[in-house]
């Protein structure tokens, strides 16, 4: 079965960056659409961003383009680097994967998910 692993997360300052990353295996990770959801204590998970086989992006509104998301096929990985990182962007981020080459943005749309990687922003 796909096996998903997050990594990068961490406690920065408001404004700080940071660079999460998600290894891929048991599966042919150039075929899948990948996402990046968040949830926060006592909130829903909500969609960060996506990207299609072919690097199609999509993100979340609250993004407002300080965030990237890129893959590298040849390592299985995809990362989402966020900038200007503010207090509300705190919580448990969650890689994600599809058997579709096409990205989504519904929680409902993801085949596997990984276990979670912490990102706290102290302002």
């Known amino acids: 079965q796909v096996h998903l692993v997050e990594a990068g997360g961490g406690s920065v300052q408001a404004g700080d960056s940071l660079k999460l990353s998600c290894v891929v295996s048991?599966?042919?990770?150039?075929?899948?659409?990948m996402g990046w959801f968040r949830q926060a204590p006592g909130k829903e998970r909500e969609f960060v961003a996506a990207i299609s086989w072919s690097g199609i992006t999509f993100f979340g509104d609250f993004v407002k383009g300080r965030h990237t998301i890129s893959r590298d096929n040849a390592k299985n990985t995809v990362y989402l680097q966020m900038n200007s990182l503010k207090p509300e962007d705190t919580a448990l981020y969650y890689c994600?994967?599809?058997?579709?080459?096409?990205?989504?943005?519904?929680?409902?749309?993801?085949?596997?998910w990984g276990q979670g990687t912490q990102v706290t922003v102290s302002s």
């Open positions: 994600a994967g599809r058997y579709s080459a096409v990205a989504a943005t519904a929680m409902t749309a993801y085949d596997f």
């Open positions: 048991g599966g042919t990770f150039s075929n899948f659409a």
